[in-house]
């Protein structure tokens, strides 16, 4: 019953509707095509106007073509180097991107980073300067200064390294350091000794 009713339906049909159907083709609802042969005069027609195409098509390349090499000669006269012209293309990036509205905004939020990290760093090197010199002024800290002076004299004296009363700390570590530096170490003279007996 389904096949008569579309074969009456066909029958039915003005021929406009006969000549041309609409598919979905490839998701475009709005394809048209014929399906009815073209005539030999329509196809001879369509023939002419697609070969009057191809020519003018062919033509406007040779333009196209001529117009370039034009176009070089004219760089070549002028001193146009591709590198020069890679060149200016390059700087004139450049130059829109930092025009551009988001260079600006990006550089700015850089800047007000960069000026708020310097402001941070700033105030945590004085805040540890000021808390450093609180230390050294500690009765901790003195305690420590005096026994590691105390350990110092000692260790000169039996060393035989002239003691100097008073001084500051860091007088007392550099005399220590001098007098190590001028005295062998017990072991590397035992060492220069092995030497010289071999």
């Keep these: 019953m389904l096949r008569l ?24 609802p709005g394809t048209v095509i014929d399906l009815n042969p073209l005539s030999e005069e329509e196809k001879e027609e369509l023939s002419m106007e697609m070969a009057k195409l191809e020519d003018e098509i062919s033509t406007l390349r040779q333009v196209l073509v001529a117009k370039e090499k034009h176009l070089v000669d004219i760089k070549q006269k002028m001193g146009i180097t591709p590198l020069n012209e890679f060149k200016h293309n390059l ?10 509205m988001t260079y600006k905004k990006t550089q700015e939020t850089l800047t007000n980073a960069g000026q708020k990290a310097t402001t941070a760093l700033s105030n945590v090197s004085s805040a540890f300067s000021k808390k450093l010199g609180e230390m050294k002024n500690s009765p901790t800290f003195k305690s420590f200064e005096e026994r590691v002076e105390t350990t110092v004299t000692s260790l000169k004296s ?18 220590t350091a001098n007098a190590s530096l001028q005295q062998p170490a017990p072991g590397n003279r035992l060492n220069e000794e092995s030497m010289n007996l071999k």
């Design 5 to 28: 009713r579309g074969a009456e339906r066909s029958r039915n049909m003005e021929p406009a509707d006969r000549e041309t159907r609409r598919f979905s083709d490839a998701g475009d």
């Design 91 to 100: 700087s004139k990036s450049w130059h829109d991107v930092q025009t551009s």
């Design 158 to 175: 039996r060393v035989g390294v002239p003691v100097h009363s008073g001084g500051s700390f860091e007088d007392v570590l550099n005399s």
